[in-house]
């Protein structure tokens, strides 16, 4: 069984302590492919160090997270405009509009978004968009620039049907994690009304750990525990769901 962790910040301070370990356990579960989203220029070097020490597990993203688009965020984008013409990424990524923090930055959020879009477009790359409190905006950015080369993933996926089909519309596939398992969190209600062909599976550890450890640091090796959820609501064993969901991250990663 080969699971696929899309979205995980290995390089976080969280895990300086016990990495090795934590990555043993992860794989120890089936865990083996991980796609590791960028925050800013001060995670790159950490996201470097990660994917030497782990070449065949570890696959990065490059991108400017919308909670650090700041008075600098024009050269941040040029930190990501670099990187991306220097070498090969999975994907542009973790961008998107967060309005649960900081509302005051919207206009400056639409623009990185949508430069960033752009740039995923000319390495012919997907992203993967962090959305928060801001549906309407995301899909405002994503009409405007939609066409043959947008696609990607909605990471941590919160919203409901309609959002979801509008998200699949933009050849987006839905990133489910942790709050699947939570007793308020939703989606667990319309989830299997969706073709398992648009999820794909994902932690976002340290953050959003998954029922029994909600609260408690996450960690790549809990995937199991939402992978076993969607056996729940797809009524499907634990393998066809790892099956499926590997087989839509290498669709939109191509690796």
Not at 127 to 147: M, N, Q
Not at 206 to 232: M, T
Request: proline share 3%; glycine share 6%.
């Amino acid at each position: 069984m080969i699971l696929t962790d899309t979205h995980t910040h290995l390089y976080a301070d969280e895990f300086n302590a016990d990495r090795d370990e934590m990555m043993q356990r992860a794989f120890s579960k089936g865990v083996t492919r991980f796609f590791v989203p960028a925050i800013d220029s001060s995670c790159t070097q950490a996201m470097y160090e990660l994917e030497n020490n782990y070449p065949n597990q570890v696959h990065l993203m490059m991108g400017l997270h919308p909670c650090y688009v700041k008075e600098n965020y024009v050269e941040e984008l040029r930190h990501v405009e670099n990187e991306l013409a220097q070498r090969k990424f999975a994907a542009v990524g973790e961008i998107g509009i967060d309005l649960y923090w900081d509302k005051s930055t919207l206009e400056i959020q639409k623009k990185a978004f949508k430069h960033q879009i752009q740039l995923a477009k000319k390495y012919l790359l997907p992203i993967v968009i962090h959305c928060r409190d801001s549906f309407d905006e995301i899909f405002d950015v994503l009409e405007s620039e939609k066409d043959k080369h947008l696609r990607g993933i909605f990471h941590c996926f919160t919203g409901d049907y309609n959002q979801a089909q509008r998200a699949i519309s933009y050849q987006m596939k839905l990133g489910i994690g942790g709050v699947s398992t939570f007793k308020k969190g939703q989606i667990d209600g319309f989830l299997n009304q969706i073709d398992l062909k648009h999820l794909v599976l994902e932690t976002d550890s340290p953050y959003l750990a998954p029922v029994p450890y909600r609260g408690k640091r996450n960690e790549s090796s809990y995937l199991e525990i939402i992978a076993h959820k969607l056996g729940q609501l797809y009524q499907l064993p634990v393998e066809e769901i790892a099956r499926i969901t590997t087989e839509n991250s290498i669709e939109v990663f191509g690796i």
